[in-house]
């Protein structure tokens, strides 16, 4: 516990610098909230320090907290310069990435669905491409409370992750094995990054995926915690700005419900009661899931309400029906678009990958009415 907060004691002045100066661009409210919010952070990393420490300490971790502070400052400021200054040219690899992103939507729009609203919706879910899909469609993602399902975020690159190192299984589980699949998977993880935009909650994704990799090489336990704070002033030293995007706010703030309060309420879990193994697996599934919904909506929630104006009542139930649904449609999709590529219509696959859009659709469609 020492750790974890000694790690969010030098991240957090860290971030309060670069908040200073990214929102800084003149007296308003969001200046107002952004100095507010730094100052609240640079007490919270004290007192982190002064709870973990002996108080003849505290006037040295101090002036390492000014220190960090003083270093997010320095990164914004440098970033905005440079900004203003250099022209941004993609490298062949990010060319090559967004180039196989328009290829990608190009298939999808070429695979015979029935339905004009599916291939739209698999875009979104694996490319980001949201301009096609019609607006009743959109409305009933946000009045139910899903409009992340069709924001790409760590999700959609954690079933990317989780269907790569599905597939390198074949490898083994020798230490050479071990670090060819890491290797895949970052490669793999990291051009699909690139290909979709790079946006700021899929990088946070793509570092954690880097540094769990990493950690899982070494032989040395990540806890979610010490990575969240790590990959927060990674992700803040080499993209300053995207502390002012909301996705970067809302994913971290989800991050930070399941590192912090997410374990508090597994606690309430009344335990094993039943003798049916198979009930008491999937009541204990409908708990955790119930529990990382409220998770994340404590953090998120009055962030999504000052940015979108919305806070829907039902995302619990929301939860459990779209990220299941969605962690199956993204692998499907994913075999139907290569196997369509190749010239093989499978229409097993085509129909079932519609179906599925067809169910998520319509389940939201019912829950935004409720």
Not at 12 to 38: D, E, R
Not at 84 to 91: G, I, M
Not at 132 to 139: F, H, R, S
């Amino acid at each position: 516990m020492t750790a974890e907060r000694d790690i969010a004691g030098i991240v957090l002045p860290f971030v309060a610098g670069t908040a200073i100066v990214m929102y800084a661009g003149g007296v308003s409210a969001s200046a107002s909230s952004a100095a507010l919010f730094s100052i609240t952070l640079i007490l919270l990393g004290l007192l982190l320090y002064i709870r973990s420490h002996r108080i003849s300490h505290v006037a040295t971790w101090t002036i390492l907290l000014l220190c960090m502070g003083i270093c997010g400052v320095l990164a914004a400021s440098t970033d905005l310069l440079l900004s203003v200054s250099r022209q941004r040219e993609a490298s062949w690899i990010a060319s090559a990435a967004l180039d196989f992103c328009e290829r990608m939507q190009g298939t999808i729009e070429r695979i015979p669905f029935k339905d004009e609203t599916t291939p739209q919706i698999l875009k979104a879910l694996l490319t980001g491409e949201k301009n096609g899909i019609p607006d009743e469609v959109t409305e009933a993602f946000r009045a139910s409370g899903a409009s992340h399902i069709l924001a790409l975020s760590g999700l959609h690159l954690g079933i990317i992750y989780a269907v790569v190192r599905f597939m390198t299984r074949c490898l083994g589980n020798s230490q050479k094995a071990k670090a060819a699949r890491s290797v895949i998977l970052i490669c793999t993880c990291g051009f699909y990054t690139l290909a979709t935009g790079a946006g700021a909650s899929i990088v946070r994704a793509f570092i954690f995926i880097l540094m769990g990799e990493a950690a899982r090489l070494s032989g040395r336990p990540a806890g979610l915690r010490k990575v969240m704070m790590a990959a927060l002033l990674i992700h803040l030293t080499i993209m300053p700005s995207s502390i002012k995007e909301s996705g970067f706010q809302l994913s971290y703030a989800a991050i930070a419900g399941i590192a912090y309060i997410f374990p508090w309420l597994q606690g309430f879990w009344p335990g094993d009661r039943h003798e049916d193994a198979a009930l008491t697996k999937c009541a204990r599934w409908i708990w955790e899931s119930a529990a990382m919904s409220i998770s994340c909506q404590i953090t998120t929630g009055p962030l999504a309400y000052i940015y979108f104006g919305t806070f829907p009542t039902q995302f619990i139930l929301t939860n459990m029906i779209a990220l299941p649904l969605t962690g199956i449609i993204i692998p499907m999709a994913l075999v139907t678009l290569v196997t369509c590529s190749m010239g093989w219509n499978v229409d097993i696959l085509i129909n079932g990958t519609e179906f599925l859009v067809t169910l998520l659709c319509g389940s939201l469609d019912l829950l935004s009415t409720m």
